[in-house]
């Protein structure tokens, strides 16, 4: 019988999609711009205005421009990263209508333009309890779905927090039950803050604490949830529970640390950017590639 043999692209490692988060100003289609010029393969987005909770519609010309400049560029990975002023886990009445229907808005727009995800932070519970947060944000999470569609493509990813004050997400638990009680669940997953989790205790600096991390996430989640990572330094000591990031190699987490998560190569595919003091920073984002590929560099300082 004979031997079938591999192509060589069966074969072929998944890409690099490494990047920053970029600004829109100027219109969303410049956000493919900025990516390009800081040699992004994978880029994050707000879709609106971070800081408001009103913003005009999305234009049909908007739409066909950010398609047409992501089609003719290297850009394989768009991120959308939601507005800080929601909380889905919040028993303030108002604010969470407010919140599901800025989110129902930002998923409309991502499913417009074409993105691969959504990412949206739990929020906090206010003191109510992990419990009756975790069923706040499923259920919000639900109507969101319901009420754009089922049949949409945009994943909306969880992010890991710091777990500062009354914060969901800082514990893989939380976020585990929060994806298993949503209805759906199937258009969730997850988004990884290295910033986040070394403030939440896991001390990704060390090979032991580095597999810890990896091990707690395949184990609670399941690999098959991680949709993004943010790449962040940390400016506070692992297990601060604050939220304070730095520029990749100056903050406490450090180069090495960085160098050996880049290297994974069972993270290859998943699209990593930096959200950074400066993002977008070429210099930075080269280095990133630099130390995926092995190669020999130094974030300056």
């Given at each position: 019988?004979?031997?079938?043999?591999?192509?060589?692209?069966?074969?072929?490692?998944?890409?690099?999609?490494?990047g920053?988060?970029?600004?829109?100003?100027?219109?969303v289609?410049?956000?493919?711009?900025?990516?390009?010029?800081?040699?992004?393969?994978?880029?994050?987005?707000f879709?609106?205005?971070?800081?408001?909770?009103?913003?005009?519609?999305?234009?049909p010309?908007?739409?066909?421009?950010?398609?047409?400049?992501r089609?003719?560029?290297?850009?394989?990975?768009?991120?959308?990263?939601?507005?800080?002023?929601?909380?889905?886990?919040?028993?303030?009445?108002?604010?969470?209508?407010?919140?599901?229907?800025?989110?129902?808005?930002?998923?409309?727009?991502?499913?417009?333009?074409?993105?691969?995800?959504?990412?949206?932070h739990?929020?906090?519970?206010?003191?109510?309890?992990?419990?009756?947060?975790?069923?706040?944000v499923?259920?919000?999470?639900?109507?969101?779905?319901?009420?754009?569609?089922?049949?949409?493509?945009?994943?909306?990813?969880?992010?890991?927090?710091?777990?500062?004050?009354?914060?969901?997400?800082?514990?893989?638990?939380?976020?585990?039950?929060?994806?298993?009680?949503?209805?759906?669940?199937?258009?969730?997953?997850?988004?990884?803050?290295?910033?986040?989790?070394?403030?939440?205790?896991?001390?990704?600096?060390?090979?032991?604490?580095?597999?810890?991390?990896?091990?707690?996430?395949?184990?609670?989640?399941?690999?098959?949830?991680?949709?993004?990572?943010?790449?962040?330094?940390?400016?506070?000591?692992?297990?601060?529970?604050?939220?304070?990031?730095?520029?990749?190699?100056?903050?406490?987490?450090?180069?090495?640390?960085?160098?050996?998560?880049?290297?994974?190569?069972?993270?290859?595919?998943?699209?990593?950017?930096?959200?950074?003091?400066?993002?977008?920073?070429?210099?930075?984002?080269?280095?990133?590639?630099?130390?995926?590929?092995?190669?020999?560099?130094?974030?300056?300082?």
């Amino acid at each position: 019988m004979a031997t079938a043999k591999t192509s060589r692209t069966s074969m072929a490692a998944p890409p690099l999609l490494l990047g920053a988060h970029v600004s829109i100003a100027g219109g969303v289609h410049k956000a493919i711009e900025r990516g390009v010029a800081n040699e992004c393969t994978a880029i994050q987005i707000f879709v609106k205005s971070n800081t408001r909770w009103e913003f005009p519609p999305l234009e049909p010309k908007e739409v066909r421009l950010f398609q047409e400049a992501r089609r003719d560029s290297p850009i394989k990975a768009v991120l959308a990263h939601s507005i800080y002023l929601v909380n889905m886990a919040t028993g303030d009445t108002a604010l969470r209508d407010k919140t599901i229907t800025d989110l129902v808005d930002e998923l409309e727009r991502c499913e417009m333009l074409g993105l691969d995800a959504l990412i949206v932070h739990p929020g906090a519970h206010g003191g109510a309890g992990e419990e009756i947060g975790i069923e706040r944000v499923a259920s919000a999470l639900d109507e969101i779905v319901e009420t754009v569609g089922r049949r949409g493509h945009c994943r909306i990813l969880l992010e890991t927090t710091a777990g500062q004050g009354t914060s969901l997400g800082a514990n893989f638990h939380e976020l585990r039950q929060i994806i298993a009680r949503a209805r759906c669940r199937k258009r969730l997953g997850v988004c990884l803050d290295t910033a986040h989790v070394f403030a939440a205790g896991y001390d990704i600096r060390t090979p032991e604490g580095y597999a810890t991390l990896w091990h707690d996430f395949d184990s609670i989640l399941g690999r098959e949830l991680l949709g993004a990572i943010h790449l962040n330094d940390s400016k506070v000591r692992c297990g601060s529970r604050i939220d304070r990031h730095e520029h990749i190699g100056k903050g406490l987490i450090g180069e090495t640390a960085f160098r050996r998560l880049l290297r994974d190569l069972s993270l290859r595919g998943i699209p990593m950017v930096t959200e950074t003091p400066s993002s977008p920073n070429l210099e930075e984002i080269r280095w990133l590639f630099a130390a995926a590929l092995g190669k020999r560099s130094t974030v300056s300082k």
